[in-house]
């Protein structure tokens, strides 16, 4: 039976957003919501549209409860676009200041973030974060500030390239997208599992060329997202490909110990030119050594 003294925890997320269940971890909070929309404008030709093209689910952090990391994982719907003059075939919903479009932090986590990144600094605010259970990166934290600054945020055309690299070898993975025809970055997403990946290409699919390493979760993702956009593997990939390949070669080819035979060592027999020589330079050695 429900008491009075319970803490209603509706009451902290918006009506459009219904919570369904909380699971309790020993470090974290993971609170299940689930739309309760049921239509949405299309937000390039502002039609309202009710025609459900299906639901995904959305991961987004948000501002830590009783030191506990909280995360809450969303069933959200993206919606067809039927107007015929409008480019947008699907487009997905938001909950206005609350949670962005695309956005993996809730709105009250970044301006969390953002005032202890103008107290500290971005590494400092992205170290007390990570004592705190919140996931971010310095980076990230200037992205944050930038966007809040309104400064301009990098665009791309119709090719970009995608790769990893590591904060810390072997421990923590980011993803970079870089424009295609400049080489310059232009964002930094958390984690290579293609998660955030995904999120990005939903909201830029003017991309149609995509060059990319080998790692399958991006394979994936590009294609769930972009199905008619073209991949294809950088020269370091190929090149990497390549000297695998000849080298499972060589081993099927080629014995594992190749024996060398140990034949003597045979001297150039000495002349008579050079053993006169030879003894000409002594006898001027020994002569010259002759005190007076």
Same mark, same amino acid.
């Given at each position: 039976?429900r008491?009075?003294? &319970?803490?209603?925890?509706?009451?902290?997320?918006?009506?459009?957003?219904?919570?369904?269940?909380? *699971?309790?971890?020993?470090?974290?909070?993971?609170?299940?919501?689930?739309?309760q929309?049921?239509s949405?404008?299309? $937000?390039?030709?502002?039609?309202?549209?009710? @025609?459900?093209?299906?639901?995904?689910?959305?991961?987004?952090?948000?501002l830590p409860? =009783?030191?506990?990391? +909280?995360?809450?994982?969303?069933?959200?719907? &993206?919606?067809?676009?039927?107007?015929?003059?409008?480019?947008?075939?699907? =487009? +997905?919903?938001?909950y206005?200041?609350f949670?962005?479009? /695309?956005?993996?932090?809730?709105g009250?986590?970044?301006?969390?973030?953002?005032?202890?990144?103008?107290? %500290?600094?971005?590494?400092g605010?992205?170290?007390?974060?990570?004592?705190?259970?919140i996931?971010? /990166?310095?980076?990230?934290?200037i992205?944050?500030l930038?966007k809040?600054s309104?400064?301009?945020? $990098?665009?791309?055309?119709?090719?970009?390239?995608?790769?990893? =690299?590591?904060?810390?070898?072997?421990q923590?993975?980011?993803?970079?997208?870089?424009?295609?025809?400049?080489?310059? $970055?232009?964002e930094?997403?958390?984690?290579?599992?293609? &998660?955030?990946?995904?999120?990005?290409?939903?909201?830029?699919?003017?991309?149609?060329?995509? %060059?990319? &390493?080998? @790692?399958?979760a991006?394979?994936?993702?590009? *294609?769930?997202?972009?199905?008619?956009?073209?991949?294809i593997?950088?020269? =370091?990939?190929?090149?990497?490909n390549?000297?695998k390949?000849?080298?499972?070669?060589l081993?099927?080819?080629? $014995?594992?110990?190749?024996?060398?035979?140990?034949?003597? +060592?045979?001297?150039?027999l000495?002349?008579?030119?050079d053993?006169a020589?030879?003894?000409?330079?002594?006898? /001027?050695?020994? *002569?010259?050594? %002759?005190?007076l």
């Amino acid at each position: 039976m429900r008491r009075e003294s &319970d803490l209603d925890m509706q009451a902290f997320y918006p009506e459009e957003l219904q919570i369904t269940q909380i *699971s309790e971890q020993e470090k974290a909070l993971i609170i299940h919501l689930k739309s309760q929309k049921h239509s949405y404008r299309c $937000p390039k030709c502002a039609v309202e549209m009710t @025609a459900y093209h299906g639901t995904y689910q959305r991961i987004v952090q948000d501002l830590p409860i =009783f030191q506990k990391k +909280v995360s809450l994982q969303i069933t959200a719907y &993206d919606y067809y676009c039927k107007n015929g003059q409008c480019g947008v075939t699907t =487009f +997905v919903e938001d909950y206005g200041d609350f949670i962005g479009r /695309s956005d993996r932090m809730t709105g009250r986590l970044e301006d969390f973030i953002r005032m202890l990144a103008l107290e %500290t600094n971005c590494e400092g605010a992205a170290a007390i974060c990570k004592e705190m259970g919140i996931r971010v /990166s310095g980076d990230t934290i200037i992205r944050m500030l930038r966007k809040m600054s309104g400064a301009p945020v $990098p665009v791309c055309g119709d090719t970009i390239g995608v790769d990893d =690299f590591a904060y810390r070898k072997g421990q923590t993975y980011c993803t970079v997208i870089c424009n295609g025809e400049t080489h310059e $970055p232009i964002e930094i997403l958390d984690g290579r599992n293609g &998660d955030a990946l995904r999120e990005w290409l939903k909201k830029n699919k003017q991309v149609k060329k995509v %060059t990319r &390493d080998r @790692a399958g979760a991006y394979a994936k993702a590009i *294609s769930d997202e972009l199905p008619d956009a073209m991949q294809i593997a950088d020269r =370091f990939h190929l090149h990497q490909n390549l000297m695998k390949a000849v080298k499972e070669a060589l081993k099927h080819e080629l $014995p594992n110990h190749i024996a060398i035979p140990n034949s003597p +060592v045979t001297m150039p027999l000495e002349t008579e030119t050079d053993a006169a020589k030879k003894n000409g330079t002594e006898h /001027s050695v020994r *002569s010259a050594a %002759t005190p007076l």
